[in-house]
């Protein structure tokens, strides 16, 4: 599968339907996408701005990144065929079961070009934002990616995901390192011996600190060359910086 995601139809059980608002079996065109981190370690420190998204049962599927009170960026093909009373965001806390706030989503916003998606809650959480800097660090600067996606490569839906949310500190690349990368808007990120994001990271934030604070400079969205193994390849992330007239846009139309 690759971390792009693809596309399937997931007949939702009646006790499904009703965690999710529904009032009777649906059967619905989503996207089951995603990435674990392999080769990270369980989060050293919060994360409040960390978003979870997950199935009405708690399953996760891709994460996402709290930029105002009540709108979260993620990537676009997360979003893909998905209503908005179908899944939840868990909000404010490293453990994807437990603790922050669970929300739902009201609109969802997705780019035509970047893979980018913004998802305006139904109600503002409590929960520190981040910020986007004003440009990514040089090629070699360091960067620290999070998310709850798979920790090893292994088929089907039915892989073991992380609790805890899951942190791998790597490096910026030279854009020309990933293939098929468009280089005015977007980032290349290392994947360094098999490690690196994997199915279920997607949306997922890349982080740089600025003045001592962390800052959001990219949204998971694909490996490199269009591969499927994770850790095979350099991963590719939208550049937040590179688009933040499309984010401001957006935002502005929102309210």
């Not at 910020?131 to 040089?138: E, H, L, R």
Request: neutral net charge.
């Amino acid at each position: 599968m690759t971390m792009r995601g693809r596309s399937l139809l997931v007949t939702l059980a009646s006790a499904a339907i009703i965690a999710a608002g529904l009032t009777g079996v649906a059967t619905v065109a989503v996207s089951e996408t995603g990435q674990q981190i392999i080769g990270g370690k369980n989060a050293t420190e919060p994360y409040p701005f960390v978003a979870n998204f997950q199935y009405p049962n708690g399953r996760p599927f891709c994460g996402g990144s709290l930029i105002k009170p009540d709108v979260v960026l993620t990537a676009s093909h997360c979003m893909e065929g998905w209503p908005t009373n179908g899944f939840q965001i868990r909000i404010g806390s490293n453990d994807r079961t437990s603790g922050g706030t669970v929300a739902k989503a009201a609109s969802i916003t997705r780019n035509t070009g970047p893979d980018l998606a913004l998802v305006k809650l139904t109600a503002p959480v409590s929960h520190p934002v981040i910020a986007i800097p004003d440009q990514v660090g040089p090629t070699g600067s360091a960067a620290r990616l999070l998310g709850w996606g798979r920790l090893q490569n292994c088929p089907g839906i039915d892989c073991p995901t992380p609790t805890i949310l899951q942190e791998f500190d790597t490096t910026v690349l030279a854009d020309e390192t990933c293939r098929g990368i468009k280089a005015a808007t977007e980032l290349c990120v290392d994947s360094p011996n098999g490690t690196g994001v994997c199915h279920g990271d997607s949306g997922g934030p890349a982080i740089q600190k600025v003045d001592g604070k962390w800052t959001l400079i990219g949204v998971t969205s694909r490996l490199s060359g269009g591969v499927s193994t994770c850790g095979s390849t350099p991963t590719i992330y939208v550049d937040t910086a590179a688009n933040r007239a499309w984010i401001n846009q957006a935002l502005t139309a929102l309210g």
